[in-house]
């Protein structure tokens, strides 16, 4: 018995799918297949993981609907791995609280976050009014002590849930403990990952609307990725700048914080818009039950950080900038406490998973 209906079929699709063997070289997930005879719901979990929905088994599949057989596997793995986030949600009582009501409970966080803040700002007089401009002027509003305990436990919190859960999920299944240290396997996965090389489809690329072959949602994914990185980076440089040398935020154009900034916000500008526009395009035979929980609220609070923090960067020398700092840094805080419960933890539950396959290969090739 398999503990929710998703792996239940799941298993019914990979045991007539090993039968076939038939898309074993499209991607990761049907090599890693033929590795087993049966599916405990941990290698299901793993399959569904490593599955990056691209959608070309479903057409190269001689028994997808409407034959009798049934065989999607996109679908289904989709359902697994949406069940998995649920099952591996640390702390474990939350694991039902944001899968209907995520965008509503992100924005309701996000505005609570900036009213907040807006009260520090407030309390200032009428001068928070005016345009603030200048080394610190950020700080005039809120307090950079108070700022960095607020976002420093935000981002903690975050980072202890997504722990917890990738722990559980390592122990469902049942990979060796040291896997995760080794730098053959790590590096098969970085590179799988940054070049997120299983949603092409096995060459032919992702499968979108019009059921053709192309690389936009690949080029979206890479958009959304790598402007979450270099907003991250501006963050790091940010705080180095702050605590090493002294330096106060806002910084000057040409500074590093606000150049990487710049091109991360515009990443996350286009990659969230082309991801959400592409979700809502994509084939209904390919897609799960509509989702309006965290796996769309991130993407939404991706793009609202990147749009906020654009405005921001252009007015902050305006009236505007008070206001428009409280919805950004509302908008950031929402975006980390909501983290471990959406969208965000199937890149790192897919890495980790690329990590356990990149294992599994190597030693079928030494025993091969």
Request: charged residues 15%.
């Given at each position: 018995?398999?503990?929710?209906?998703?792996?239940?079929?799941?298993?019914?699709?990979?045991?007539?799918?090993?039968?076939?063997?038939?898309?074993?070289?499209?991607?990761?997930?049907?090599?890693?297949?033929?590795?087993?005879?049966?599916?405990?719901?941990?290698?299901?979990?793993?399959?569904?993981?490593?599955?990056?929905?691209?959608?070309?088994?479903?057409?190269?599949?001689?028994?997808?609907?409407?034959?009798?057989?049934?065989?999607?596997v996109p679908v289904v793995l989709a359902k697994a791995r949406a069940d998995s986030y649920a099952a591996y949600t640390w702390p474990a009582s939350f694991s039902g609280l944001f899968k209907r009501n995520g965008l509503t409970i992100s924005i309701a966080l996000a505005v609570s976050a900036a009213i907040f803040i807006l009260s520090f700002g407030t309390a200032s007089g009428p001068s928070f009014f005016r345009a603030?401009?200048?080394?610190?002027?950020?700080?005039?509003?809120?307090?950079?002590?108070?700022?960095?305990?607020?976002?420093?436990?935000?981002?903690?919190?975050?980072?202890?849930?997504?722990?917890?859960?990738?722990?559980?999920?390592?122990?469902?299944?049942?990979?060796?403990?040291?896997?995760?240290?080794?730098?053959?396997?790590?590096?098969?996965?970085?590179?799988?990952?940054?070049?997120?090389?299983?949603?092409?489809?096995?060459?032919?690329?992702?499968?979108?609307?019009?059921?053709?072959?192309?690389?936009?949602?690949?080029?979206?994914?890479?958009?959304?990725?790598?402007?979450?990185?270099?907003?991250?980076?501006?963050?790091?440089?940010?705080?180095?700048?702050?605590?090493?040398?002294?330096?106060?935020?806002?910084?000057?154009?040409?500074?590093?914080?606000?150049?990487?900034?710049?091109?991360?916000?515009?990443?996350?500008?286009?990659?969230?818009?082309?991801?959400?526009?592409?979700?809502?395009?994509?084939?209904?035979?390919?897609?799960?039950?509509?989702?309006?929980?965290?796996?769309?609220?991130?993407?939404?609070?991706?793009?609202?950080?990147?749009?906020?923090?654009?405005?921001?960067?252009?007015?902050?020398?305006?009236?505007?900038?008070?206001?428009?700092?409280?919805?950004?840094?509302?908008?950031?805080?929402?975006?980390?406490?909501?983290?471990?419960?959406?969208?965000?933890?199937?890149?790192?539950?897919?890495?980790?998973?690329?990590?356990?396959?990149?294992?599994?290969?190597?030693?079928?090739?030494?025993?091969?």
């Open positions: 018995m398999h503990a929710t209906e998703a792996l239940a079929e799941a298993d019914r699709l990979m045991t007539l799918c090993n039968s076939c063997r038939y898309c074993e070289g499209l991607c990761a997930v049907f090599p890693a297949m033929e590795m087993r005879r049966d599916f405990a719901d941990g290698d299901l979990n793993y399959l569904a993981n490593l599955c990056h929905s691209c959608g070309a088994c479903y057409d190269a599949c001689q028994f997808s609907p409407p034959h009798e057989f049934n065989i999607n603030q401009s200048g080394t610190g002027s950020f700080y005039r509003i809120m307090p950079h002590q108070v700022m960095a305990l607020l976002f420093g436990f935000a981002f903690l919190y975050a980072i202890t849930a997504l722990v917890m859960g990738v722990r559980k999920f390592w122990r469902d299944i049942g990979a060796p403990s040291g896997t995760l240290l080794e730098p053959s396997s790590l590096w098969q996965a970085i590179k799988d990952a940054g070049k997120l090389r299983y949603l092409d489809g096995g060459g032919a690329s992702c499968v979108n609307d019009d059921g053709q072959a192309k690389d936009l949602r690949k080029h979206y994914h890479h958009a959304t990725f790598y402007g979450f990185l270099l907003c991250f980076a501006a963050t790091c440089v940010g705080t180095l700048y702050q605590y090493a040398f002294g330096r106060e935020a806002p910084y000057a154009w040409y500074d590093l914080p606000v150049l990487l900034g710049s091109l991360g916000g515009i990443g996350l500008a286009v990659g969230p818009a082309g991801l959400l526009a592409a979700k809502f395009r994509r084939r209904r035979e390919l897609q799960d039950e509509p989702r309006f929980g965290m796996d769309f609220a991130f993407i939404v609070m991706l793009l609202l950080t990147s749009v906020t923090g654009i405005l921001l960067l252009v007015l902050r020398e305006t009236a505007a900038m008070n206001l428009l700092l409280a919805i950004h840094l509302g908008v950031v805080f929402a975006l980390f406490v909501t983290m471990p419960y959406g969208k965000f933890v199937h890149g790192i539950y897919r890495f980790v998973a690329l990590v356990r396959y990149a294992r599994e290969r190597r030693q079928e090739a030494a025993h091969g």
